[in-house]
């Protein structure tokens, strides 16, 4: 009996790797498809802007080298369901998996090499999305602004942030683009154990050659626990030297959505010392930085549960009913951050829901298959 169940487990493991090497390819093959038609569609949109500047070719390689993570990371979730519906389909078509299961092996065994490929690629989405992508984003928009003139059209950016070398955060309801202008800027400082120790409010900062002119504001000293020491300081105006300009919260380093999962962690955490409740839009990036990678495991299974119906087992159209069903879950989660970001419901609870939502109905198909 103990020979047969070791038997067993070799063999299963045998077959969770032949499964595994047989996803991993048609992922790849996905993700360097939408890659290279992504840059494509993107270059044809850009023709008329090379001709017009004359855009060197080394501008346009580097361009386009910093703007395929990106796409890699969006496209991936997508991949890997095609990539687990096309297998799950050839399984089917050949009788292996039918084989499996008269074997004895369970649908809801014969998934987990599909959750374990999911995982993996949720892993290597992440570090990308984190480690990788704040540096080619930022030089992808440096580009894009300088070679293709494609700044942004707005002229006004709302609740712009901003962390400086020396441990200050910059947060200002308003950016005036065109004016050179700050509205409602709050500067909290901290020591280097990031304790607070001073906080400053101005209702307009003005920038010019010399630094920044700060008209009508209050300088708060904080004590231990940012409580205030001291009275406050009013003023009229005050010139300013920050290491900061009207640029810095136009670079690509300040949005949230490009942010480091830790720095912009550490941005909510120090927006809330400065008393702002309302970091509902934050707080959805940080959860989404953890909840989309997660994305890749249920189109896994998405890909695989949708291809096991009776109706389509074997046949293309299970490919095609799993493009509808990831269509669907897409759907799902961009309406939930929607959702979390309009504060109806908790960012959490938003943000999660419809994976969880969508992971449950996957089991739950799994647990009736036959």
């Not at 077959?15 to 494509?40: K, N």
């Not at 504001?217 to 900061?244: N, Q």
């Amino acid at each position: 009996m103990k020979l047969e169940t070791k038997l067993g487990a070799s063999e299963m493991r045998i077959l969770d790797r032949y499964v595994a090497r047989q996803i991993l390819p048609v992922w790849g093959w996905c993700l360097a498809t939408f890659m290279l038609l992504s840059c494509l569609i993107d270059l044809f949109g850009h023709l008329d802007e090379i001709v017009r500047y004359q855009i060197s070719s080394s501008t346009i390689f580097a361009y386009y080298l910093n703007f395929s993570p990106l796409v890699v990371v969006k496209a991936s979730p997508l991949a890997i369901l095609i990539g687990s519906a096309f297998l799950t389909t050839r399984l089917m078509r050949h009788q292996e998996l039918l084989a499996m299961n008269a074997s004895g092996t369970s649908m809801m065994r014969s998934a987990v090499p599909f959750l374990f490929v999911g995982w993996i690629a949720s892993v290597l989405m992440f570090l990308v999305n984190d480690r990788l992508i704040p540096k080619t984003q930022a030089a992808y928009e440096r580009i894009r602004q300088e070679a293709f003139q494609g700044p942004g059209q707005d002229e006004t950016l709302s609740n712009v942030a901003i962390l400086d070398t020396f441990n200050r955060l910059y947060h200002a309801r308003q950016l005036d683009r065109q004016h050179q202008e700050l509205k409602d800027l709050t500067v909290l400082e901290h020591d280097w154990n990031n304790r607070p120790t001073k906080s400053l409010y101005a209702s307009r900062a003005i920038w010019t050659p010399h630094g920044w002119l700060l008209l009508y504001g209050t300088v708060y000293r904080l004590g231990e626990g940012g409580r205030l020491r001291g009275t406050p300081e009013p003023f009229v105006e005050r010139l300013i030297a920050y290491p900061v300009t009207p640029a810095s919260f136009r670079e690509p380093e300040a949005k949230p959505e490009i942010m480091p999962y830790g720095q912009l962690r550490l941005l909510i955490t120090r927006l809330r010392h400065m008393g702002m409740t309302s970091v509902r839009s934050y707080t959805v990036e940080l959860i989404s930085k953890l909840s989309l990678p997660f994305m890749n495991v249920v189109a896994c299974l998405i890909g695989f549960v949708v291809s096991l119906q009776p109706q389509l087992r074997g046949h293309l159209r299970g490919l095609g009913m799993s493009l509808w069903w990831g269509f669907v879950y897409y759907v799902l989660v961009a309406v939930g951050q929607g959702i979390g970001k309009e504060g109806l419901l908790p960012p959490v609870i938003a943000v999660w829901a419809p994976h969880l939502m969508v992971l449950g109905w996957c089991l739950r198909r799994l647990t009736r298959a036959r």
